[in-house]
């Protein structure tokens, strides 16, 4: 299939670099536009909506059909919001942190194949490192947490950045290493051979074909997945950066203003990221019955968003120690073994 | 009970009585002279063998319990106060007096033998003006350390304004000791304004990683001069809204039973069985409606944000209080007791009120398997909170600490069994305990007091049904103006949510007390919090801080 930016070039019809650049910008907005229409114009609404659900109340409902309307005036709200500097801050590198934290999240989109819809096959690039890229520009974003955390100037700000790598550290190692066996299976770290490797069928129950979505075929690993996720996203159990009864607002303490829009939609963009990495490696990426690949593709991302919501509303935090040690002794060693069955069983088993 | 301790404590007859002249007899020459309280007798000592006298008190006498220390000025001296109770037997009370003269007043410090005398001292030090001699941390410990005077002393004048900027508090840091000078240590400030601090509390800590080395809770900013307002309010009308205000997370109705006590032992007041039923069913109300709180901000500390259980907590403490409403009129400050008895009788019809407290009865213990879903049966949650926060029942006790704190601590104490009042000895509930003494206990113990509770209330709805109609006495005789007899001292506690509110009253034949001391339950149980965070994680430390549930309206009064 060709890629979004080719398309982009063809229907203008441009070629030479002009095309291919002029294609690849046009085609990056469309998918920023829309990563953002989503984390950060539908994130916040749903996260209101979805915890209310969760907790036994209401939420927005004021203005517009289910409080759609209070969209709108919350972000001029967040907007228009005094920026306070603190002194003492770190000029440039507070300043960037937060710049850091959005495009890091934002930068992995480029790879993830979206499906199509109407025709447009909403897939920026495909470079045969696919996964790699993806794990790489995200774990980007922990420089821009400590960055954030050191510069602030503030001891809460400090602490919370040093949770931050703490964590990231513990867990951007079992989410890899399971990232891996699905390579695995794949035999590919092409986005678009992982997807295509899922299209088959797994079992056939009466009319119903099962695809072989390595969320199914190896269950184990996609839970490990999942949770390593949770803890790389920084949501409850594992939001010890933030930890609001602890340490205020961690790393993010002395942000406010523009500022906070962006650590807060860089948070969201995350969520979203790894809502997409899931569904790409572990749900089939776009695939699914009867409505385009986009939509599929957006269920999916939001079916990994309400998950987090719920672990957000559910479980309690554990402690930064405790957090450590699950990481390195219980994940790391659990992603190790998946790793080798799953590499024994495509060993032995024939295709 | 360990071997140490005899079987039957020096000082109390074979019938279980205090025997004051065997314990004056202990004492030997130490006590100079005999007092009569209220509910006590006091022994006067000289203000340098304190020590030597509460010791061999808490020793030989098993008297474990510095429940309170008041702290007051006469024309011709100064006094302090202890009062020494027991574990095991709270109605054995003895006032301990330490006179010292208006030039030098200068007793020696309790500190080394109960740790609860610490911040009683710096309290009497700061709000009255006694010096104690070897006290480990002579520092204010209510009002800034800059501040000129001492409120509760006679010669303060209360109309000169006292301006207290930020920066003479520049360094926090300065006087603190304790902390081991060669390692990487950090000091922060947790508070005043942070969200774990459940009002306005500053806890000054020095972390060293993420472990926490040194607490030092600063307490004051919702100093509020309770003691004083009172003091300066007839008995009869003018002190009762106060006591809602102390813990004002809806345990309204306790602490005026607290005071309510207090006056009616002195005054000599019977209430109607009626009004004490009454009592008892919306006091009960009121400590469902604490614990709920309690339970619902301690799991917000460890999940972190508004999480379900929270709001389920506070959704439910809404219909406890629309029942307070019905009865009382008020959602939170209460006003509902009268000295004598109550202000009203139950809102009519009062068949459909019976059948709303019946239908809440049975409501709540559904509720609470829920929270024991959510909550104690959780495991990422018996994770955060089994085995942190450790407070051992002899720490527990030397620092004086009640209510759920101590019973989480497996000290076997509830002031409503064993010194009961009001309609409690009639009534079929018990006294929960947990020897875990970590922050999982306190919330177990918190959870299984609101079921408790619940039994309660149902029981003193079945004796209201049944109460003839024409004995309804909701009000004993009490005059219209509440003169009791010159210097009449009375300490007096109830079972408050917190733990044992006392009231100490000096009546001087006027319609006002003399002094007016509160002992609150959350100022004691606070001090505890040393004990439990040090060594711990910063979030072990918040757990502990929730586990204690303190009222900042109540520790600063």
Redesign the interface.
């Known amino acids: 299939m060709t890629l979004l930016p080719e398309q982009v070039s063809d229907l203008f019809g441009l070629e030479g670099t002009f095309g291919t650049f002029f294609g690849a910008l046009v085609g990056a907005t469309l998918i920023s536009v829309i990563i953002l229409a989503n984390a950060a114009l539908a994130g916040p609404w749903a996260k209101r909506k979805i ?1 209310a659900a ?4 209401i939420a927005i409902n004021k203005l517009g059909p289910l409080g759609l309307g209070h969209i709108l005036p919350d972000s001029v709200r967040l907007l228009s919001k005094e920026m306070i500097i603190p002194d003492g801050v770190d000029r440039p590198a507070w300043d960037i942190a937060p710049i850091i934290i959005v495009v890091s999240a934002l930068l992995g989109f480029a790879v993830i194949p979206m499906g199509t819809i109407l025709g447009v096959n909403l897939h920026l690039a495909d470079p045969s490192v696919g996964l790699i890229f993806v794990f790489a520009v995200a774990s980007i974003a922990s420089v821009g947490l400590v960055m954030a955390g050191y510069s602030s100037n503030n ?2 700000s400090f ?1 919370g950045g040093l949770r931050a790598v703490a964590q990231n550290l513990a867990y951007e190692i079992p989410l890899i290493l399971t990232g891996i066996s699905v390579v695995i299976f794949a035999g590919s770290l092409q986005m678009s051979e992982i997807v295509a490797a899922q299209s088959q069928t797994l079992v056939t129950i009466g009319a119903l074909s099962i695809p072989a979505w390595f969320g199914l075929v190896n269950p184990f690993a996609f839970l490990l997945f999942l949770l390593a996720n949770l803890a790389e996203v920084g949501r ?2 594992f ?1 010890i950066p933030e ?6 607002a961690g790393f993010q303490t002395e942000y406010s203003s523009v500022y906070f829009v962006l650590v807060y939609l860089g948070e969201f963009v995350h969520i979203f990221l790894g809502g997409a990495l899931i569904a790409t490696i572990f749900l089939g990426g776009p695939a699914g019955p009867v409505l385009p690949g986009f939509i599929w593709f957006l269920i999916k991302i939001w079916a990994v968003f309400l998950f987090t919501q719920w672990c ?11 957090l450590i040690s699950i990481g390195w002794k219980g994940m790391l060693i659990l992603s190790i073994a998946n790793l080798v069955l799953t590499a024994v069983i495509v060993g032995v088993l024939p295709t | 009970m360990s071997l140490e301790q005899p079987a039957v404590d020096i000082g109390v007859t074979p019938e279980g009585e205090l025997d004051y002249d065997e314990l004056e007899a202990l004492l030997d020459e130490h006590v100079l002279e005999r007092e009569q309280h209220v509910n006590c007798e006091g022994f006067v000592i000289r203000p340098d063998e304190v020590e030597t006298v509460l010791s061999t008190l808490k020793r030989e006498a098993g008297f474990d319990h510095l429940s309170c220390l008041t702290a007051q000025q006469y024309q011709d001296r100064y006094e302090s106060i202890y009062h020494l109770k027991k574990y095991d037997e709270p109605t054995h009370e003895l006032a301990v007096i330490v006179p010292t003269t208006t030039e030098e007043p200068t007793s020696q410090s309790a500190s080394s033998v109960y740790d609860t005398a610490i911040w009683h001292e710096r309290e009497a030090y700061d709000l009255v003006g006694i010096d104690y001699e070897e006290h480990p941390d002579p520092r204010r410990i209510l009002l800034p350390e800059t501040w000129q005077g001492h409120p509760l002393s006679l010669d303060y004048n209360k109309k000169k304004p006292q301006i207290v900027p930020l920066r003479e508090h520049a360094n926090p840091m300065e006087k603190r000791t304790g902390v081991p000078g060669e390692s990487d240590t ?1 000091f ?1 400030n947790i508070g005043p304004h ?3 601090t459940h009002g306005v509390l500053h806890i000054k800590t020095v972390l060293d990683g ?1 472990q926490v080395v040194d607490v030092d809770p600063d307490i004051g900013y919702l100093h509020r001069c309770e003691e004083q307002m009172c003091q300066q309010s007839t008995y009869r009308h003018q002190i009762m809204p106060y006591p809602d205000r102390w813990d004002y997370i809806s345990a309204g109705i306790l602490n005026e039973w607290a005071y309510a006590r207090a006056a009616e032992e002195m005054a000599e007041i019977e209430v109607p069985e009626y009004a004490q039923v009454l009592r008892t069913m919306s006091a009960e109300m009121c400590r469902i409606a604490a614990h709920l709180l309690a339970v619902g901000t301690f ?10 259980i ?3 907590a506070i ?1 439910d403490r809404e219909k406890v209080q629309n029942l307070l409403e019905d009865l009382t009129g008020q959602r939170l400050m209460f006003n509902y007791l009268r000295l004598g008895g109550t202000a009203w009788d139950l809102p009519e019809p009062r068949e459909q009120y019976f059948e709303k407290v019946r239908d809440f009865c049975e409501y709540i213990p559904e509720r609470l398997d829920e929270y024991h879903n ?1 909550l104690t049966t ?1 495991e ?2 018996q ?2 909170v089994m085995d942190t926060g450790i407070l051992p029942p002899e720490e527990a006790k030397s620092y004086g600490c009640t209510g759920p704190v101590a019973r989480g601590s497996g000290v076997d104490m509830d002031l409503r069994r064993d010194d009961p009042y009001g309609y409690y000895e009639e009534l079929d509930w018990d006294v929960i305990t947990d020897d875990g003494c970590d922050n999982f206990s306190r919330a177990l113990v918190r959870l299984n007091e609101m079921e408790q509770s619940a039994r309660i209330i149902e029981q003193c709805v079945d004796i209201l049904e049944e109460w003839p109609e024409d004995e309804r006495e909701i009000q004993a005789n009490v005059p219209r103006t509440l003169k009791p007899e010159p210097d009449k001292e009375v300490y007096s506690a109830v079972e408050a949510a917190k733990g044992e509110l006392g009231i100490y009253m000096r009546s001087d034949g006027t319609a006002k007390p003399k002094r007016f001391k509160i002992r609150s339950p959350a100022f004691s149980n606070l001090q505890s919090l040393e004990v439990m965070a040090e060594g711990e ?4 430390m ?1 757990a502990a801080l929730g586990s204690l549930d303190i009222v900042l309206g109540e520790v600063d009064r």
């Open positions: 915890t969760f907790t036994d109340r001891k809460y602490l409850n159990p939001d930890a609001p009864t602890e340490i205020v957000r509303s559910a479980l309690p935090r554990v402690r930064i120690d405790q | 950090m922060i942070h969200p774990a993420e799991a917000l500390d460890i999940y972190g944000d508004f999480t379900a929270f709001m389920y959704t959510l959780n990422l949650f994770m955060r994680y910063i979030p072990d918040v």
